[in-house]
């Protein structure tokens, strides 16, 4: 069986990621500089020239709106796309709409504790987050008309799907920024990472840095080539 491709990218900017808001369930509108994100995003994927023959998305607005938005961008019109549940971001309990510094921090503590917090909140453990995601991807996959798939999801999923396919990998300090893509390959009925792409919004206000410190590019040493990490 032939190598498939998942790209898998993550919304764009939305008014609740600006307010440092969780958002997993519930949603919140894109915002200008979201959809300037989109048009970058896209064009970097025109560049690509991948050619796709089925996109998926969560059932969440932003993630939808950035859907149409890249196609536009990278393939000037809005091709038809499936909505699924099963990428829909980590449902957060009673943390949904709250500043975001108030979930649990996992980060120099027990691993599980994050998950198990989560859950008692009336939120997704990490387990039940991967199994559906899993899932879910492994069936859109797994078509025999499917050969190379456009996704978009939200960070926090996409982060778990890639902990799960690549653990050697997990803790690496890789930034969720706003529609950055993981790009994953699938053959006989496995998954890899090849590489993760993001895009580079230096052009626009929100700069080279966010808050974490870590760059939102990397540099592979070819000029004119989109920033990315290679996992192999």
Known sequence: MSKKLLYAMRHCETLFNVQHKSQGWCDSPITPRGIEQCRIAGEELAKRGVEFDHFYTSTSERCCDTMELVCQSAFGEIKPYVRMKGL???????FEAKDD???PDFIGGDPTLRSQVM???GGESDDEVNARVTACLGQIMADPDTHNVLVVSSGGVLRHFFMTVEPQNAFRPIRNSNCMVYVFEWEDGAFSC???LQQD???LDCGGLDGSGVPNRWSIGGAGEP???GLR
């Not at 829909?88 to 009673?94: A, L, T």
């Open 88 to 94: 829909r971001e980590c449902g957060f309990g009673i």
């Open 101 to 103: 510094f108030c979930e």
């Open 119 to 121: 859950a008692a909140a």
């Open 194 to 196: 090849a590489e993760i």
């Open 201 to 203: 919004y230096s052009g």
């Open 227 to 229: 920033p990315r990490i």
